[in-house]
């Protein structure tokens, strides 16, 4: 159900490592605009356009400055380097990976962000208010920036069983969507998305409930499952609302179960995540926690459409712990 989302030929840049702030606050004067730009993010469709955009950027008066980076982790690692080096601002052109990647360096600091969609996914920048448009997106980031002005929202921190933490954004996939993900990304033949929808037929093939345990602010749920997310914004995979009732500023996650359902349930109840009506059909089930722990055997977990930690992992809701240029 979820996009398979790779980031890849990244551009880049510099920002600084501060406490949080107020809900919403002045942005710092000091420092240049850091830019992580994702010119195959789409499918490359956006990219005559990133010229426009960073010309768009630089009307808010602040330097732009924009570096390369070849993988995702390349990307990640120039990000944080922004953060240690004291840009004043970070803004992601992409999609829902590149922003994921931007969060790594940017969470829990006053540093300010700005997503740009521009990708095939654009799930946290559209739940979180900006436009679809990523040239409208960078009128408002500009304007915050001019302004002076960042809004804080939640995000949401993993701590897997080594300790690892990451953060997202958007909604967490532990269950069927995000299995199908690493079957894609296993693949080799076929490329684009057909590679995507003919994992999907083998893994709908072979679909089964697992057991899972998902405690919630301590309070123990066993059950089996085939899909489980876990959203501190309602959408995935490019408008799928799985999570329908998320709000990134309430400081709670919201976790939507889909049980025993067999394959000609799922395929059913598909069409509907995209109203996020799903969540009416008896085989769903709502929960709204602060903190929720979850394990299951198998399953790689997929964060904003990336690849993220293994099961199980811990996730909590960070109020106010990103500060939004809008």
Not at 225 to 251: K, W
Not at 283 to 302: H, P
Request: overall charge neutral; hydrophobic content about 45%.
């Amino acid at each position: 159900m979820n996009n398979v989302c790779t980031t890849s030929t990244v551009l880049a840049v510099t920002a600084k490592d501060l406490r949080p702030g107020p809900a919403e606050d002045a942005v710092s004067a000091a420092g240049p605009v850091a830019v992580l730009a994702n010119p195959t993010a789409g499918r490359g469709r956006r990219r005559a356009l990133l010229p426009r955009l960073l010309d768009g950027l630089a009307a808010a008066g602040r330097p732009v400055r924009v570096l390369s980076a070849t993988t995702p982790g390349e990307a990640e690692a120039a990000c944080r380097a922004a953060v240690a080096e004291g840009a004043g601002a970070l803004v992601a052109i992409g999609g829902d990976g590149t922003v994921h990647r931007a969060l790594q360096a940017v969470a829990g600091t006053e540093i300010p962000f700005g997503p740009v969609p521009a990708g095939t996914g654009n799930d946290f920048a559209i739940d979180t208010g900006f436009p679809a448009d990523p040239v409208a997106a960078v009128e408002v980031i500009v304007e915050a920036l001019r302004a002076g002005r960042s809004r804080q929202v939640d995000l949401a921190r993993m701590t897997g069983a080594d300790g690892t933490e990451r953060w997202y954004g958007a909604v967490l996939a532990a269950g069927f969507d995000a299995i199908v993900n690493e079957r894609a990304n296993r693949m080799r033949w076929p490329r684009g998305p057909r590679r995507y929808d003919l994992a999907i037929l083998i893994e709908m093939a072979r679909l089964k409930p697992r057991p899972y345990s998902i405690r919630l602010d301590g309070v123990l749920h066993e059950m089996d499952s085939v899909l489980v997310a876990v959203g501190n914004c309602p959408s995935y995979g490019g408008g799928m609302r799985i999570c329908p009732d998320a709000d990134p500023t309430d400081g709670l996650l919201d976790v939507v179960v889909a049980g025993r359902a067999d394959r000609r349930t799922m395929i059913r109840v598909k069409p509907y995540i995209y109203q996020g009506t799903h969540v009416d059909h008896p085989v769903v089930s709502s929960y709204r926690a602060r903190t929720v722990e979850l394990a299951a055997e198998g399953i790689v977990t997929y964060a904003d459409g990336e690849r993220s930690l293994g099961l199980p992992v811990s996730i909590t809701a960070v109020p106010g712990a990103l500060r939004l240029l809008r």
